[in-house]
């Protein structure tokens, strides 16, 4: 069975741009989280997705966004991009909200 | 919101050593998670506990609700253990919140 799969795995953007993170899930998982890892704020929730609709979003700037697909797939954006958003970006799926979480190897983001 | 502690933070051991690792919360869950971190970032759940006590190998998790705390013990540690191990707590369907995290390198 394959694991959660983030795409892509680095990326390099600069100051003003946008970005969107990929996370496929483990297949038959409905909920999807983002979480932010930086060296100063450890992991942070973003939010989370369950059956394509936002359950939970954690205390973010609204530059953060995300979205789920009715295949489960899900997608974060960050626009307006500043360098306080370097950071690895992980995704989880589990069969529903309750329940343990699989983890993605994570995209890493550097912003210049 | 729920605060999470972890001790200690850093933690150097030998090979073959029994390793504890402590978290505290301030307010009542409903689940408590156990991750581990190994560099370059992949996370992986090594428990999920409401209560009691849990064994993987040479991993045991312990919970004691009534005094918001929780334990993981590594026995027989070797240095494929070296990793940050994360506590995080959740209560009902709120978000987890996660502690900073201990940093464990094991020395052979």
């Known amino acids: 069975k394959a694991g959660v799969t983030q795409t892509p795995r680095y990326l390099i953007k600069t100051r003003g741009q946008q970005v969107t993170l990929s996370c496929s899930p483990i297949?038959?998982?409905?909920?999807v989280s983002w979480y932010q890892q930086t060296p100063g704020q450890g992991l942070q929730f973003l939010f989370e997705?369950?059956?394509?609709?936002?359950?939970n979003k954690g205390n973010f700037p609204g530059r953060f966004s995300g979205r789920q697909f009715s295949n489960s797939r899900s997608e974060m954006n960050v626009s307006t991009l500043e360098l306080g958003d370097s950071a690895l970006y992980l995704c989880?799926?589990?069969?529903?909200?309750?329940?343990?979480?699989?983890f993605g190897e994570g995209s890493r983001l550097t912003v210049l | 919101k729920n605060e999470v502690e972890q001790s200690p933070q850093n933690l150097t051991a030998q090979e073959g050593e029994f390793i504890t690792i402590n978290c505290s919360y301030s307010?009542?869950?409903?689940?408590l998670h156990w991750l581990q971190q190994h560099p370059g970032g992949g996370i992986v759940s090594l428990f999920m506990l409401s209560s009691g006590k849990k064994k993987h190998g040479r991993l045991i998790a312990t919970i004691n609700i009534q005094e918001k705390h929780s334990s993981l013990h590594i026995t027989a540690s070797h240095p494929r253990d070296s990793a940050v191990y994360i506590c995080a707590v959740t209560s009902g369907n709120t978000p987890l919140v996660f502690g900073k995290g201990t940093r464990l390198s094991v020395i052979a």
């Open positions: 307010v009542g869950i409903s689940a």
């Open positions: 997705y369950f059956s394509e609709t936002q359950r």
């Open positions: 989880a799926s589990r069969p529903n909200l309750d329940g343990e979480l699989f």
């Open positions: 297949s038959g998982h409905r909920s």
